[in-house]
């Protein structure tokens, strides 16, 4: 890797990311109206999302890794913050959606 933009894949994280956390809470609201495929099918997409901004993070470790000088700048830290939120809160609702779909399981 000879040259990279720092920038640019500083907002494909925070762009991804964001774009993993809106299709969880997509999949959050379907499964809220037992609309359950739906839910599925957003949480793929939403993990799809995050996966793209993972792979950009780790292109940007192995950069440093291979001697490319990666800025620590307070934009990449917001980038980071994006990641991480996502994760977690993917995690999270996932199985909030786990939740929903056993109690209306047990309401039939």
Same mark, same amino acid.
Request: proline share 0%; hydrophobic share 45%; aromatic share 4%.
């Given at each position: 890797? !000879?040259?990279? #933009? /720092?920038?640019? $894949?500083?907002? !494909?994280? /925070? %762009? ?5 956390? %809106? ?8 499964? #809220?109206q037992n609309e359950f495929k739906k839910?599925? $099918? %957003? ?6 999302? +995050? #996966?793209?901004?993972?792979? !950009? ?8 890794? #291979?001697?490319v000088v990666v800025e620590k700048s307070l +934009? ?6 994006? +990641?991480? !939120?996502?994760? %977690? ?7 909030? /959606? @786990?939740? /929903? @779909? @056993? ?6």
């Amino acid at each position: 890797m !000879t040259e990279i #933009n /720092i920038e640019q $894949e500083i907002f !494909t994280i /925070i %762009s991804h990311g964001g774009n993993a956390r %809106s299709l969880a809470y997509e999949a959050i609201d379907f499964a #809220n109206q037992n609309e359950f495929k739906k839910a599925d $099918e %957003s949480m793929v997409e939403a993990q799809q999302e +995050l #996966n793209k901004a993972h792979q !950009t993070q780790t292109k940007l470790i192995q950069a440093e890794i #291979n001697g490319v000088v990666v800025e620590k700048s307070l +934009l990449m830290i917001h980038a980071q913050d994006h +990641l991480m !939120t996502a994760v %977690s809160e993917l995690s999270l609702i996932e199985q909030m /959606i @786990k939740l /929903i @779909k @056993k109690i209306d399981q047990l309401s039939k």
